[in-house]
């Protein structure tokens, strides 16, 4: 079980503006992540009062920043709570390098102590929602601590690397050997497109910090990569995630590179949505399959009304298999 009394420290006021506050976590230091390494939990000041809580976590070059997709939730009778993980957002310290995570499972220290906050708030029931990294990462935590949520909402998980085969049969092994020696060195970056279409400097819709989440995203380094293959090797073989899962995705997958902007408007020009389909089976006994038509990758931040049915699933169903 989690630890009972974490460690937090006390609230301070966030980026986000009131109600939002933020808590950071102290983490156990390590020759990884040096001394003092941390990462912070956001809510809303009166959180505690829900019987239910959400805990969200993002994905790769991410963090929390779209509040009205938490006002859904506590809308709903959900108390929201959302962790930026060490390394991105505001656990960001100057000097650091930004996402360079040496293993994926690291990040189960600081999940373990937002729940056991979460817990202690007073909340009788828990969503883990994970996106896109956060997504693989909230399947593998699920795996390794049966019984501590209730329910889990993957919001396009990278499930598996999209790219042509020599990526996923020679450079995967390659990368491999040199995370062992060179954790640290650049094996890859994202597209721009994505990024661009998301933020209002640029037509976008949303308004986020981009020296957080940049446009091409950070580097990806061999340690991070190397790490997101192991656990997607681990998927494909086969976990047993004990509860209820839902997996929503995009209805289809866009081009990553040079995608029109009716590709970026109306799908997942990310991550290949059928390799989710395909591997959601092996997350556990009991997934359910909502693909979302007109979603983007983060179906969190998809045009509308691809937004609004994105959130009504989610809710929905959690609601229903919480009942």
Not at 38 to 53: C, E, K, N, Y
Not at 184 to 191: D, P, R, Y
Not at 214 to 239: C, D, K, M, N, W
Not at 313 to 318: G, K, L
Request: net charge neutral.
């Amino acid at each position: 079980m989690v630890d009972a009394a974490p460690n937090l420290d006390p609230p301070q006021p966030d980026v986000l503006g009131e109600p939002w506050v933020q808590r950071r976590i102290p983490l156990r230091p390590s020759r990884r992540y040096g001394r003092e390494p941390q990462a912070v939990l956001v809510h809303r000041s009166d959180a505690g009062a829900q019987p239910r809580a959400v805990l969200y976590f993002h994905g790769f070059t991410d963090y929390f920043f779209h509040p009205a997709h938490a006002e859904r939730w506590r809308a709903a009778g959900f108390d929201f709570y959302a962790l930026d993980l060490r390394l991105n957002g505001r656990s960001l310290r100057e000097g650091e390098r930004p996402g360079a995570i040496r293993d994926v499972r690291d990040h189960d220290e600081e999940i373990g102590i937002a729940l056991a906050a979460i817990r202690a708030a007073g909340h009788q029931q828990v969503v883990l929602l994970g996106h896109s990294t956060g997504g693989l990462m909230a399947a593998g935590w699920a795996h390794r601590h049966p019984g501590e949520v209730d329910v889990i909402v993957l919001n396009s998980p990278w499930f598996d690397h999209n790219g042509p085969w020599f990526e996923r049969r020679l450079l995967t092994p390659l990368v491999r050997l040199l995370a062992r020696v060179a954790p640290g060195v650049v094996v890859g970056k994202l597209q721009e497109g994505y990024g661009r279409f998301l933020h209002s400097s640029t037509g976008g819709e949303w308004t986020y910090e981009l020296g957080w989440k940049p446009f091409a995203g950070f580097p990806v380094r061999a340690g991070l990569f190397a790490s997101v293959r192991r656990e997607q090797a681990r998927l494909a073989r086969g976990l047993d995630v004990r509860e209820p899962v839902l997996l929503c995705c995009s209805a289809r997958s866009g081009p990553v590179k040079r995608p029109t902007a009716e590709d970026l408007r109306a799908s997942d020009c990310v991550l290949d949505v059928d390799d989710m389909v395909r591997l959601a089976p092996h997350v556990g006994r009991d997934v359910t399959v909502e693909r979302i038509d007109g979603g983007i990758h983060d179906l969190a931040l998809s045009p509308r009304p691809a937004r609004d049915r994105y959130e009504e699933a989610a809710i929905a169903w959690a609601t229903a298999r919480l009942a």
